[in-house]
């Protein structure tokens, strides 16, 4: 079946501008995680929807960074007034459920590549 | 805290010889531990985890990992590596809070396995 999508695979913008990254997880998992990759912070977490929960945004490093899941499937992360150290790339993963399927294995997508100059 | 600690940034070896990648970790409940491997400008493939019962997973590719819990150790090994195993090895473990686990992974720092012909 379809694998975890992610778009765009590259983006670059100007500082100061905002961002938008798309993420549909595997049809039927209802718990879905953004997490950053960057060369001096490896990988971190962001944030995590299950179901209709409220989602846990303890990851997110500032109030620049917010994201949103409609329908219980696609997800948008936003990022506002883009700086420079958020270039990074930004990893979608989906898993059948969330924190009561702690031994769910969680499915990544290809990523989204951001570039801020 | 949760935390997850992979000591080498890289390991070389020469095809058709063992190879291993060091894991280890701390948390508080259970743990539930995964391998990941990331090719060049590629998303997470998983690989294996341990959840419970034997010690020694099997997973994708030939690989295999160890659980040793007196060690808190999560080795990853393959007994024959390939030259198309070099990429990127993550290990992670799920989060854990005082009410149980959380959503989100914690990931090592990352270890390049690079196989030479």
């Known amino acids: 079946g379809a694998g975890v999508s992610q778009s765009p695979s590259n983006k670059v913008t100007e500082k100061g501008k905002d961002v938008e990254l798309r993420c549909d997880p595997i049809?039927?998992?209802?718990?879905l995680y953004w997490y950053r990759q960057s060369l001096g912070q490896g990988l971190e977490f962001l944030i995590y929807?299950?179901?209709?929960?409220?989602?846990?945004k303890s990851g997110l490093p500032s109030d620049r960074f917010s994201a949103e899941r409609t329908g219980g499937s696609v997800s948008t992360l936003t990022i506002q007034r883009t700086q420079q150290e958020d270039s990074a790339v930004y990893l979608c993963a989906s898993s059948p459920r969330g924190s009561g399927g702690a031994g769910d294995t969680q499915y990544f997508g290809p990523g989204t590549r951001l570039t801020v100059l | 805290a949760q935390s997850v600690a992979q000591p080498e940034d890289q390991v070389n070896v020469a095809e058709g010889n063992p190879l291993t990648v060091k894991c280890t970790y701390s948390?508080?409940?259970?743990?539930?531990l995964f391998w990941y491997v990331q090719y060049p400008n590629r998303g997470l493939q998983f690989l294996l985890k341990y959840i419970t019962g034997d010690n020694l997973v099997k997973g994708s590719y030939g690989f295999e990992a160890e659980f040793n819990k007196s060690q808190t150790s999560f080795h990853l090994k393959k007994p024959s590596a390939l030259v198309s195993d070099s990429a990127l090895y993550f290990c992670a473990v799920r989060d854990y809070r005082g009410s149980g686990n959380t959503g989100k992974l914690i990931f090592g720092q990352g270890t390049t396995l690079q196989v030479k012909p």
């Open positions: 049809s039927g998992h209802t718990a």
């Open positions: 929807f299950q179901g209709n929960s409220a989602p846990d």
């Open positions: 948390v508080s409940g259970n743990p539930y």
